[in-house]
């Protein structure tokens, strides 16, 4: 009997300990399922994060770009006004230099037109005593010397733009003709210079003195 009642102890033992280890390898498969159930679920959220992060950075990225388009058109506006500024400055101080330029000309052909306008009476005592002389007197070396002079100061006055009107049979212009007698003459057109007393000159495009001429008509 106590043999009987040992085995039948023992198999009890044994059937607890087999039941035991059940429960144990159903608890351990348990946690393992879980744990690989989890698994899918942590990676989602790792996925999600990742995307989360990369989306964040793209936005900072376009709003880094926007921020630098801005700057850099603020700075291509920036560009064309100084740009233009300088351009007007420039067109400024040329129109300045050429005023500054086309004034002092002026004052100066102001002072040479004075200083030349005393000249010309001696230009015109050379050719009264060079129209004074007889055929004889001219050919003398004296007188020849007297023209040569005259030459020389006609050669002058032409390379600084001093030129005669040379008036007689041109039209009458009071611009430049000073008529000081007048005639009526059938014979001759109208408004026409027939006699010059006093040679007119120019200095380039002005009169430097006007020709004294008789009119006829």
Known sequence: MEENKKEFDESIVEDASSEECKE????????????????????????????????KGKKKKKKSAAALEIELDKSEKKVAEMTDKYQRLMAEFENAR??????????????????????????????RGLDALSEEEKATPF??????????????????????MDAKGK??????????????????????????????????????RHSMVKVVN
């Open 24 to 55: 144990e390898a159903k608890s351990a498969e348990t946690e393992v399922d879980g744990t690989e159930a989890e698994a899918p679920g942590a990676d989602d959220e790792k996925a999600e994060g990742t995307e989360a992060a990369e989306e």
């Open 98 to 127: 050429k005023r500054n330029a086309k004034e002092q000309s002026h004052m100066y052909d102001v002072g040479a037109k004075e200083v030349l306008a005393k000249l010309l009476p001696v230009v015109d005592n050379f050719e």
């Open 143 to 164: 007188a020849q010397g007297i023209e040569k002079i005259y030459q020389q100061l006609m050669t002058v006055f032409d390379e600084i733009g001093v030129k005669p």
């Open 171 to 208: 039209e009458f212009n009071p611009d430049f003709h000073n008529a000081v007698m007048h005639e009526e003459d059938e014979s001759m057109g109208e408004n026409l210079v027939v006699e010059e007393f006093q040679k007119g000159y120019m200095y380039k495009e002005s009169v430097l």
